[in-house]
């Protein structure tokens, strides 16, 4: 009664809140549309946004009565900057890191049968656009391969 798509996403914010990362809370990890230059009235930060991201999802080959298809998961971690070339540096590369050591070549939890595996599709490190509006943004997107039957 839930999407591949949807059951992965949660997944990937559950296996996120467990890292339980240095200096971000668990409600903080995020399942959203897009991510977004925050507002700090109504966005908490830092924050780490799980998303569709926004490139075509891939469908790499099709086999007697299922298809393979390759979900794209952005993951963005999202955090004031200000413009300051130091601030969070360490913290902000270990989470990175260990996102990154979380899912790659990796398979999601078995309560999502589909899943094949995870591959990694790196993003810059750092997003100059964001920084020039005091945001730090770095961002991962991880194609998810899962395996479907087709029709309904």
């Known amino acids: 009664t839930t999407s591949v798509l949807y059951r992965i996403m949660t997944q990937m914010q559950t296996q996120i809140q ?3 990362l240095t200096g971000i809370s668990s409600s903080s990890v995020v399942v959203k549309w897009l991510p977004r230059q925050f507002d700090t009235t109504t966005d908490p930060v830092p924050a780490i946004v ?3 991201a926004p490139i075509p999802e891939t469908h790499p080959n099709q086999l007697t009565a299922t298809d393979n298809l390759g979900y794209p998961i952005l993951v963005a ?3 004031k900057q200000n413009q300051d070339y130091v601030a969070n540096l360490a913290r902000n590369t270990l989470w990175r890191q260990k996102l990154s050591r979380e899912f790659r070549y990796q398979n999601l939890d078995s ?3 589909e899943v094949i595996h995870v591959i990694p599709e790196p993003k810059a490190i750092i997003d100059q656009a964001w920084f020039a509006a005091n945001c730090w ?3 991962i997107v991880f194609r998810v391969l899962s395996r479907e ?4």
């Not at 039957?149 to 309904?152: A, I, Q």
């Open 137 to 139: 943004y770095s961002g």
């Open 149 to 152: 039957s087709r029709g309904n």
């Open 50 to 52: 799980i998303c569709p």
């Open 18 to 20: 467990a890292l339980a």
């Open 111 to 113: 309560a999502i049968p």
């Open 77 to 79: 971690m999202i955090d």
